[in-house]
């Protein structure tokens, strides 16, 4: 059984998004983000009792590992062929799937190994602190859409070139680009604080910046975008605030209620939003 909440052409579903993807027409979508539990073997519970989700998977790596790729290949056929997959992981399984992505796309899909650093929270007193994540760019082609001007980035302050440029042995000189500089695949990039106001209780809510750089950079306005563990939906509102089609789906009741507030609070949309079953 599938829950289906509708806004105009965008679409927010409830459902295991192994369901949701067969139900999909095949090679529709040039982004798809997936942001799924990362095996940290807890219930995640957010600022209240019901914005949880469940991330202990008994046997472990040998349960999440299949769980995982099983629902990589149903969201493979869903890509234009030039579409991208952004997997959002960190230290625990990233590694493990970047090989299962290598099978899926071919060794030839991979792109870029995005490390998604970022400050705040505890210290480890026994080991380095782990904070960062990573993203994982795979396309089904060697050239997806990538838009680095629309995401260049300020140089730093205390860059020389960008101050007066760089003369090359030829002679020849280079100047900054008054559009910033591109950006490269380690992202510092802070958490949310707790004070944010972006912050909905949803447990591991991701920043809006964050999505909204990933969707600058690989999809055009009017594109199809897909998150199928949307959670609280950060990227659909980042879709829909940069003007692209969207499509969300998450298993659970409360993050899809949640995501639906905040296309609501946060993009004004009055689309009908209660929800009606498909599948
Ligand atoms: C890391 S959270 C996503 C957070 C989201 N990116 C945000 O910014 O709020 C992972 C989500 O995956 C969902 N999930 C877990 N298993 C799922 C499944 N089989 N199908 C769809 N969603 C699932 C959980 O309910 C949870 O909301």
């Given at each position: 059984m599938v829950d289906e909440i509708g806004a105009g052409v965008n679409k927010l579903i409830r459902g295991d998004m192994l369901h949701v993807a067969s139900l999909l027409a095949p090679e529709s979508f040039r982004l798809i983000y997936l942001d799924p539990p990362?095996?940290?073997?807890r219930e995640q519970v957010g600022s209240?009792?019901?914005l949880a989700y469940d991330d202990r998977w008994e046997g472990n790596l040998d349960t999440y590992l299949p769980w995982l790729e099983e629902r990589l290949r149903a969201v493979?056929?869903?890509?234009?062929?030039?579409g991208s997959l952004v997997l959002h992981l960190d230290w625990r399984t990233s590694h493990y799937a970047r090989v299962m992505l290598d099978g899926i796309?071919?060794?030839?899909?991979f792109i870029n190994e995005i490390i998604w650093h970022y400050t705040g929270g505890g210290r480890s007193k026994t080991r380095f602190s782990c904070k960062h994540d990573t993203l994982l760019w795979y396309s089904?082609?060697?050239?997806?859409?990538?838009?680095i001007d629309a995401i260049r980035v300020p140089y730093k302050k205390t860059s020389g070139y960008a101050k007066a440029g760089i003369v090359a042995a030829s002679g020849r000189r280079y100047l900054p680009d008054p559009r910033g500089t591109p950006v490269d695949d380690v992202w510092d990039m802070p958490i949310i604080?707790?004070?944010?106001?972006?912050?909905?209780?949803?447990?591991?809510q991701k920043p809006l910046a964050l999505l909204t750089r990933v969707i600058e950079a690989l999809s055009n306005p009017g594109d199809l975008v897909g998150d199928f563990?949307?959670?609280?939906?950060t990227t659909l509102v980042a879709a829909q605030t940069l003007g692209r089609r969207w499509l969300g789906s998450d298993v659970s009741a409360a993050a899809v209620d949640c995501a639906a507030s905040r296309l609501r609070d946060e993009c004004g949309l009055t689309g009908n939003l209660s929800a009606e079953k498909i599948g």
């Open positions: 990362f095996l940290t073997g209240q009792a019901h493979y056929g869903l890509l234009l062929a030039d796309f071919g060794r030839q899909g089904r082609s060697r050239r997806p859409v990538f838009n604080n707790p004070l944010a106001n972006e912050r909905v209780g949803y447990p591991t563990c949307c959670g609280s939906g």
